[in-house]
């Protein structure tokens, strides 16, 4: 009920000053509504926002993998991880935006280079978030699971992830929030199309409309995914929390 | 190390460590275990009894093989299949009684074949719980049961009574002699408790302290299990004659 108020309020005080300023840098929210509505009825909005949400999934899936692995691996063996570390510090340090040029220009205005750009600046958090979770996994299960003969795949599905289910579930909530925002970036600097693209050549028109009419449906839409897909897994993965002592 | 698999499941569990020794904070080695020689027969019941640190989480580690850094040797019964109880019971939280037990099963087999072990363990109302919801008695008699559950050629129990009441260790204790003699199983118990090994042995061997290892052997009447208050005060006696220099700290403890 709070948020609903609150957003109440919100859209009210937006109307308000658009009334009050009459300007068309800053559009009503009735004109931003009926601009969502034509842009979806046309097709061009839920075209953008799939090439969008295309990329932040690629982009996801391949920081996800290769950042729980390396992760892992760092965590576990000190020797990986006095060897890799210092790569670490130095792609944690890399602005986003040094990252995208030199995809940009090494791989060419593509695809592949728009994806690589985006996983790679996600990369290194993943890492950092896996890494502490699997230097705090429990040695004495690991010994339950050494004695009981466990195989690998059971120790690592039964014993192991479970214990960087945390963990993940952390470095997903952040990582889906940075991974859209730096994919829009891409798009603006190298993409014919996506929310970014659409967002670029808006500003170029001073078309307030346009960009906040993009800007609050993506919002929307990562709102929707993080409420009914992100949430729900979450609470799936700690439902043996629930009715601990 | 040495690692042997005895052949046939009715020979003995036989442990040998000539040395074992820890890496101190300073970066000294520490000699914890020297020439310890410890024989237990087939199907029968051993307790190894000493005091806290004296190291014999270490010893039963090394019978299991999960402790490999020794030098001396380790020879095992049968398919040298394990069950084991941890002190702590070492269950996956986030896994039910039933998963738990489960998991050791191999992936043909279904829980089913544990009917009569969960029976005798009182744990049928509780499979659908999570170890969490469990008190530490009930924990550990599920971890009991999975310990059972792989049908072990030979059965390592660390401290399986401390830290519980003394009704609940003494159902546990008839629980787990009706086990070992039903599932004829090669079993060693560490403890610091004279009491639980004298009540469940064939066999108590005697820690000494560091470098540990078998001071003292003694052989103990059958049948185990059954013991009268008059024969346990009897061989409590004779233990504090032979042993007496640490006898009193194990058994206030």
């Known amino acids: ?245 | 190390m040495n690692d042997a698999r005895t052949a046939g499941a009715a020979t003995p569990l036989e442990i040998r460590i000539d040395s074992k020794a820890f890496v101190s904070a300073e970066g000294k080695p520490v000699e914890v275990i020297r020439d310890l020689r410890l024989q237990l027969d087939a199907f029968s019941f051993g307790a190894l009894i000493g005091p806290s640190g004296c190291g014999k989480t270490t010893i039963l580690h090394i019978a299991a093989g999960l402790d490999a850094d020794f030098t001396g040797e380790r020879r095992i019964p049968g398919r040298g299949r394990l069950g084991m109880v941890f002190q702590e019971p070492r269950l996956l939280p986030w896994r039910t009684v039933a998963d738990n037990l489960r998991l050791v099963l191999s992936p043909d087999e279904s829980l089913d074949r544990l009917d009569g072990l969960i029976e005798t363990l009182g744990l049928g109302a509780h499979l659908s719980h999570y170890p969490g919801e469990l008190s530490l008695g009930l924990a550990r008699r599920v971890a009991i049961a999975r310990a059972f559950a792989v049908r072990p050629d030979f059965l390592l129990l660390d401290e399986p009574f401390v830290s519980l009441d003394v009704a609940v260790a003494a159902r546990l204790r008839e629980e787990l002699t009706t086990l070992t003699q039903r599932e004829r199983v090669t079993t060693l118990l560490v403890t610091h408790d004279l009491n639980d090994a004298i009540q469940l042995a064939d066999k108590l061997f005697f820690l000494s302290t560091r470098p540990a290892s078998v001071a003292v052997e003694m052989a103990l009447p059958p049948p185990r299990g059954a013991r009268s208050k008059a024969t346990i005060d009897e061989i409590a006696r004779e233990v504090g004659a032979r042993v007496p220099a640490y006898m009193p700290d194990v058994t206030r403890a």
């Open chain 1, 1 to 245: 009920m709070a948020k609903v108020v609150s957003l109440a309020v919100l859209l009210g005080l937006w109307a308000l000053i658009a009334w009050l300023a009459q300007s068309p840098l800053l559009p009503s929210p009735m004109s931003v509504g009926e601009m969502i509505v034509a842009d979806t009825r046309s097709g061009e909005l839920p075209f953008q926002m799939a090439c969008t949400l295309a990329r932040v999934a690629a982009a996801f899936a391949i920081a996800f993998t290769l950042g729980v692995a390396g992760g892992y691996a760092m965590g576990r063996s000190k020797l990986i991880d006095r060897y890799a570390d210092p790569w670490l510090v130095v792609l944690l340090n890399l602005p986003a935006l040094v990252i995208i040029i030199f995809a940009y220009i090494w791989i060419g205005l593509n695809e592949t280079a728009a994806i690589v750009a985006v996983a790679l600046n996600k990369l290194p958090n993943v890492i950092v978030v896996t890494r502490e979770g699997a230097r705090s996994l429990d040695p004495a299960l690991d010994d339950m699971a050494q004695a009981f003969r466990f195989t690998w795949q059971s120790k690592l599905r039964n014993v192991v992830l479970p214990q960087l289910a945390p963990y993940l579930a952390a470095v997903s909530r952040s990582g889906l929030s940075i991974i859209w925002k730096i994919v829009l970036v891409v798009e603006l600097l190298g993409r014919p199309n996506g929310v970014g693209f659409v967002l670029g050549s808006s500003f170029s028109l001073f078309d307030m409309t346009r960009i906040l009419s993009y800007a609050i449906s993506f919002v929307a839409l990562m709102l929707v995914i993080e409420t009914f897909l992100v949430q729900p897994l979450e609470r799936r993965t700690n439902r043996w929390r629930r009715n601990a002592a």
